[in-house]
T-cell receptor, first 110, second 117 residues
């Protein structure tokens, strides 16, 4: 079983719609959760971090964490073609090691 | 967010030569840095964790004598690919842990694309 699981996609949404990206993790002791965006040929860029149950909003992005269900999600409102990228979920127990999912490819169609 | 730089951004070398990649945290001190490798259309693969002043911890299957890591200061870690071969051609990305006041996050450098001929 992988530490972090993501649907590889591609997830296709029309411009202006809400994109919903999901991630599950296996280590119940995980404390920190991150979403990174990676454009093709580029390195990952941090979008959101979340540490406690519930929602965390930053602009068009909302991260949702449910530790009981071991589930993290990222919602992107008013999706734009520039949001088309691969989104990586990362999980850490103690910041000494981060586990990454394989990423979900998002396509936002104009 | 915090800034991490890598140098060079790309390098082409002949088989058998060694290549050094530098990773710097520009506006914070990083006691821990990570080195990843990513092949085309594949996910990030953690190679090793580098802690300032101590030996790096390598992931299973990563040859420590081939991928030499040095974390000499709180802002600099280096990865040396020794006796590089074409199969070492990949995108190498470092990241640095920013554990300053109110934060504890990992930031990535822009990556180094290595091509071994």
């Amino acid at each position: 079983q992988k530490e972090v699981e993501q649907n590889s996609g591609p997830l296709s949404v029309p411009e202006g719609a809400i994109a919903s990206l999901n991630c599950t993790y296996s280590d119940r002791g995980s404390q920190s959760f991150f979403w990174y965006r990676q454009y093709s040929g580029k390195s990952p860029e941090l979008i959101m971090s979340i540490y406690s149950n519930g929602d965390k909003e930053d602009g068009r992005f909302t991260a949702q964490l449910n530790k009981a269900s071991q589930y993290v999600s990222l919602l992107i409102r008013d999706s734009q073609p520039s949001d088309s990228a691969t989104y990586l979920c990362a999980v850490s127990r103690n910041f000494n090691k981060f586990y990454f999912g394989s990423g979900t490819k998002l396509n936002v169609k104009p | 967010g915090a800034v991490v730089s890598q140098h060079p951004s790309w390098v082409i070398c002949k088989s058998g030569t060694s290549v050094k990649i530098e990773c710097r945290s520009l506006d914070f001190q990083a006691t821990t840095m990570f080195w990843y490798r990513q092949f085309p259309k594949q996910s990030l693969m953690l190679m090793a964790t580098s802690n300032e002043g101590s030996k790096a911890t390598y992931e299973q299957g990563v040859e420590k004598d081939k991928f030499l890591i040095n974390h000499a200061s709180l802002t600099l870690s280096t990865l040396t690919v020794t006796s590089a071969h074409p199969e070492d051609s990949s995108f190498y990305i470092c990241s640095a842990r920013d554990s300053g006041e109110g934060t504890d996050t990992q930031y990535f450098g822009p990556g180094t694309r290595l091509t071994v001929l």
